[in-house]
């Protein structure tokens, strides 16, 4: 499976942006991490292949949203009142397993990421 993550873009803090994963096939769990400057890759959301069960991160908590649609093979983040330290470069995966995961190590395929930059 191969993941293109797009949408990323620079915002002045507050404002929001939506990124988008496109897989090239179906895809079971999907998840969305980040890798500031400096700073390791972390997790941001993950979402069940349903769209029934979901896990935010809580830095990005009540934020962020993330979303799917099969019947496109994407997979959505939707950022709202985004602060400075949300500026990272946000990676897509996913694994062909049914549960959810939050550790990057447990997701088979990787998209090669889209960087968000939030300005203060």
């Known amino acids: 499976v191969q993941l293109q993550a797009s949408g990323g873009g620079s915002v002045q803090a507050g404002g929001s942006l939506n990124l988008s994963c496109a897989a090239s096939?179906?895809?079971?769990?999907t998840g969305w991490f980040r890798q500031a400057p400096g700073k390791e890759r972390e997790f941001v959301a993950t979402?069940?292949?349903?769209?029934?069960?979901?896990i935010l991160a809580g830095a990005v908590k009540g934020r962020f949203t993330i979303s799917r649609d099969n019947a496109k093979n994407t997979v959505y983040l939707q950022m709202l009142s985004l602060e400075p330290e949300d500026t990272a470069v946000y990676y897509c995966?996913?694994?062909?397993?049914?549960?959810?995961?939050?550790?990057?190590?447990?997701?088979?395929?990787w998209g090669q990421g889209t960087l968000v930059t939030v300005s203060s």
């Open positions: 995966a996913a694994r062909f397993r049914v549960a959810l995961s939050m550790t990057e190590n447990e997701y088979d395929f």
């Open positions: 096939g179906p895809t079971y769990v």
């Open positions: 979402i069940t292949r349903s769209g029934g069960s979901t």
